[in-house]
């Protein structure tokens, strides 16, 4: 794999949930109330007992604590980073119903998981090889997650993924106030030492194909998420060097060593383009990079907006301008300043956008176009048995299986698009039903 580099801009972030203490952790976990058929549990996508790890913080059992969270997410640490808490677990919690401030969940699983990584403290072994050898694409959280799974019950597991880099999105996708590039990784080494192979450089499409791993395995498991940024349909758009893809710009800004992205500093005004969570992340990480002057188009109404509200007004606050009901219509280049022009829209009875005739324009010297990620449908929709469904890959909702037998997928090439939580508890849904079937199939 290849190795990050220390000198990423991505470290600038300040970290916006600093860890607790030991004093802080043992108080804030004596508050929670440890409740019969907790709605916590029930609103976390793995499903964690959160009573139970929370009783043991504030017992002073806190190894204890970590191999519960654990046992149900094993990233337990990535997951209490970039978790959406105030939708999941948080959100959940019978303290909102009281008017008090939930328990802060997250923080308590971050200061369990570190404790437990910090000491070195390993919980699982592989088992007993069982001579079932299973495929996985992609190696995100979802693949990774399954591939624990099938470790721990003996199964042979290879990960086949098209970059150098593990993790997927979880390395190279989240916002770096949540969390950064090497949390994901090492959390990703401590499930590679249970003995998960990986191959890097290998592209499904490409130098590898399903009928190949069908045969040469007993199960596939597909955890491909989803494909490059979607491109704006704006004529000269393509070849503008300063007009970017922003889940392509924030993997740089994570990944690449500074120096590749100097010219950032002459970046004094940025456009995003879009209304969900990767155009509020992008625009609070300009806003983190020192960019003065950051603004989000969006074609509808702020009440129309995919992404969080609590990410947008935390945008707001951090001085973001969106500009609501605009979409840009034309680009033009001189030398590193684009002129953009935006136009009003219109929103007809039906829900249609249509373009009005007010314009406006805006110079910026950099655009990133957040309006989503391209689907997966074309390049594995050949396969027999696998069917799509408004460009998820239809599975079963039990154990993950896709209309062919032997292939199993997960993560957001199954869901849409999720969090890094529904990625785990898809993957290991799979890796049971796979288990599963070696032992009764
Ligand atoms: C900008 C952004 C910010 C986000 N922030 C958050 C957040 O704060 N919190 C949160 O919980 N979630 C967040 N998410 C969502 C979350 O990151 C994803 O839901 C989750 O990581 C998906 O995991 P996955 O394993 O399904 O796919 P991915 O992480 O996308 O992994 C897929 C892997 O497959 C590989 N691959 C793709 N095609 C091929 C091929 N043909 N052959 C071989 N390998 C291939 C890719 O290189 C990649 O490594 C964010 C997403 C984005 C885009
Ligand atoms: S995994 Fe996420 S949703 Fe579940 S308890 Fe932990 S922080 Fe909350
Ligand atoms: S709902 Fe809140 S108080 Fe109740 S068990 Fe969960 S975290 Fe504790």
Redesign the pocket.
Same mark, same amino acid.
């Given at each position: 794999m290849k190795k990050l580099s220390t000198e990423r801009l991505e470290t600038q972030f300040a970290d916006f949930k600093p860890r607790l203490n030991a004093v802080e952790a043992t108080e804030e976990a004596n508050? #929670? &109330?440890? #409740?019969f058929d907790? *709605? #916590?549990?029930k609103a976390c996508p793995t499903g964690i007992d &959160? *009573?139970k790890f &929370?009783r043991r913080i504030g017992a002073g059992h806190v190894e204890g604590a970590a191999k519960t969270i654990l046992d149900s997410n094993v990233f337990g640490l990535s997951c209490a980073e970039c978790c959406p808490v105030e939708l999941l #677990?948080?959100g959940?919690?019978?303290?909102n119903k009281l008017n008090h401030k *939930?328990?802060t &969940?997250g923080k308590l699983q971050r200061f369990a998981i570190e404790h437990a990584y910090d000491h070195g403290i390993e919980f699982y072994k592989a088992g007993k090889p069982s001579g079932r050898k299973v495929a996985l694409v992609g190696a995100g959280a979802a693949s990774f997650a399954a591939a624990h799974e099938l470790r721990l019950h003996g199964h042979e597991t290879t990960i086949f993924e098209k970059s150098e880099l593990a993790g997927g999105l979880n390395t190279n996708g989240i916002a770096p106030y949540k969390m950064r590039a090497d949390t994901s990784l090492r959390e990703i080494e401590r499930i590679m030492n249970l003995g998960v192979q990986v191959k890097y450089g290998m592209e499904l499409g490409r130098n590898l194909t399903v009928d190949e791993l069908l045969t040469s395995h007993d199960a596939v498991f597909l955890g491909l998420g989803l494909g490059p940024d979607s491109r704006l349909d704006v004529a000269g758009v393509d070849k503008n060097p300063r007009v970017l893809g922003a889940v392509d710009f924030i993997a740089r800004m994570k990944l690449a060593p500074k120096a590749e992205l100097a010219w950032l500093k002459d970046v004094h005004v940025a456009l995003v383009v879009g209304g969900g969570n990767t155009a509020l992340d992008a625009c609070r990480e300009l806003r983190g990079l020192g960019v003065k002057h950051v603004v989000v188009s969006y074609r509808r109404g702020e009440e129309d907006m995919s992404g969080y509200k609590h990410e947008f007004k935390w945008a707001r606050q951090e001085g973001v301008d969106f500009w609501f009901g605009t979409l840009p219509t034309a680009f033009e280049a001189t030398g590193n300043t684009q002129k953009v022009t935006l136009t009003r829209t219109k929103v007809d009875a039906q829900g249609k956008v249509a373009l009005g005739t007010e314009k406006m324009t805006l110079d910026t010297q950099l655009v990133l176009v957040a309006t989503g990620q391209a689907k997966l449908e074309s390049l594995l929709s050949k396969t027999p048995g696998l069917k799509f469904e408004k460009g998820k890959l239809v599975v079963d909702a039990k154990t993950g299986r896709t209309g062919n037998a032997k292939i199993f997928a997960g993560g957001d090439l199954a869901n849409g698009g999720m969090e890094v939580v529904n990625a785990v508890a898809e993957g290991k849904r799979a890796a049971r039903a796979i288990h599963e079937g070696f032992t009764h199939g």
């Open positions: 508050r #929670c &109330i440890n #409740c907790a *709605p #916590c549990i &959160i *009573p &929370i #677990c948080e959940g919690c019978v303290y *939930p328990i &969940i």
